[in-house]
């Protein structure tokens, strides 16, 4: 479900942001977001999320897209895309009794982990454990070369009587 209209247009809002305001080396986090919320306002915030979690076309697969996710996300975003996913999680319980849920981490970073732990934890617990008899699979595309640290934090956030679940299912292909 990429739309290379849509991700050009990302990328041209990305691009006119930073050459009106200086990339900082240091301190980026709130400039990070200050970008993402110039991207939310001109694109829209149903379009990016239908971009970042969706099912690939005619399959029980949910994907969640981190690349499309990183450039407009914030704290605010949190409840709209979260209540979205939950309704996608729904719609796949009716119609598929199961769901594969593959998330895409390319160009996931550690400081992109860290910015969005908050959000990550926010959504987790509201989608607390109510669909875990759903996710068949959760595979882990472009897993970079951290992602054993990304598990171990997951781990934390979600508590391990729900993590012991969720590895029992998790799948993760390194990036090549």
Same mark, same amino acid.
């Given at each position: 479900?990429?739309?290379p *209209?849509?991700?050009?247009k990302?990328q041209?809002?990305?691009?006119?942001?930073?050459?009106? *305001?200086?990339k900082?080396?240091?301190? +980026?986090?709130?400039?990070?977001?200050?970008?993402?919320? =110039?991207? %939310?306002?001109?694109? @829209?915030? *149903?379009? /990016?999320?239908?971009?970042?979690?969706y099912? #690939?076309?005619?399959?029980n697969m949910?994907? %969640?897209?981190y $690349?499309? !996710? +990183?450039?407009?996300?914030?704290d605010?975003?949190? @409840? $709209?895309?979260?209540d979205?996913?939950?309704?996608?999680l =729904?719609? @796949?319980? +009716?119609?598929y *009794?199961?769901?594969d %849920?593959?998330?895409?981490?390319?160009?996931?970073?550690?400081? @992109?982990?860290?910015?969005? =732990?908050?959000?990550?934890?926010?959504?987790?617990?509201?989608?607390? &454990? +109510?669909y875990?008899?759903?996710?068949?699979?959760?595979?882990?595309? &472009?897993?970079?070369?951290?992602?054993?640290?990304?598990?171990? /934090?997951?781990?934390?956030?979600?508590?391990?009587?729900? !993590?012991?679940? %969720?590895?029992?299912?998790?799948y993760?292909?390194? =990036? #090549?």
């Open positions: 479900m990429t739309d *209209n849509i991700d050009n990302i041209s809002i990305q691009d006119r942001y930073y050459q009106e *305001n200086t900082n080396r240091f301190f +980026k986090k709130s400039q990070k977001m200050d970008c993402a919320n =110039k991207v %939310l306002n001109e694109v @829209g915030m *149903n379009e /990016l999320i239908e971009r970042t979690v099912y #690939k076309e005619g399959t949910l994907v %969640l897209n $690349p499309v !996710f +990183k450039t407009f996300a914030t605010d975003v949190c @409840g $709209p895309l979260t979205y996913f939950i309704e996608l =729904k719609y @796949g319980k +009716k119609y *009794n199961s769901i %849920l593959r998330i895409d981490f390319d160009t996931l970073t550690i400081t @992109g982990f860290e910015r969005y =732990k908050n959000f990550i934890k926010m959504s987790m617990s509201k989608i607390s &454990n +109510k875990d008899d759903v996710i068949k699979t959760c595979t882990i595309v &472009n897993a970079p070369s951290f992602t054993g640290q990304i598990i171990s /934090l997951f781990a934390s956030i979600i508590g391990p009587t729900e !993590f012991t679940d %969720l590895q029992t299912k998790l993760v292909i390194s =990036k #090549k």
